[in-house]
Nanobody, 128 residues
Framework: QVQLVESGGGLVQAGGSLRLSCAAS????????MGWFRQAPGKEREFVAA????????YYADSVKGRFTISRDNAKNTVYLQMNSLTPEDTAVYYC?????????????????????WGQGTQVTVSS
């Protein structure tokens, strides 16, 4: 079993920055990727960013490219999401996720069905 605990959410003004963290516990072997999705009120959950756990390749949604950076610390089993130049459109609950299936591919990174475990989410609110 895997547990994911997110932290770092909060309220920030437009143009500001936040750094989310997600600590994973439990199974560590065979992890393929970790990522972040978000869900705004009344909207579907959408992909934000992902990182290949072994080689460190990163993938981003077009809406956050150039503003958000995903990174990992293998020793701490933690993934981070540095969010800069935040706008009110970034307001959402941010969910951490991880994938263990050998079938995970970068081409599937944006599909929530590609991931096996999810955190409880952390609220990010950006005021205008």
């Amino acid at each position: 079993q895997v547990q994911l605990v997110e932290s770092g959410g909060g309220l920030v003004q437009a143009g500001g920055s936040l750094r989310l963290s997600c600590a994973a516990s439990g199974r560590t072997f065979s992890r393929r990727a970790m990522g972040w999705f978000r869900q705004a009120p009344g909207k579907e959950r959408e992909f934000v960013a992902a990182i290949n756990w072994n080689v460190g390749s990163t993938y981003y949604a077009d809406s956050v490219k150039g503003r958000f950076t995903i990174s990992r610390d293998n020793a701490k089993n933690t993934v981070y999401l540095q969010m800069n130049s935040l706008t009110p459109e970034d307001t959402a609950v941010y969910y951490c996720t991880c994938a263990y299936s050998p079938a995970w591919r970068s081409s599937l990174a944006q599909s929530s069905n590609s991931y096996d475990y999810w955190g409880q989410g952390t609220q990010v609110t950006v005021s205008s």
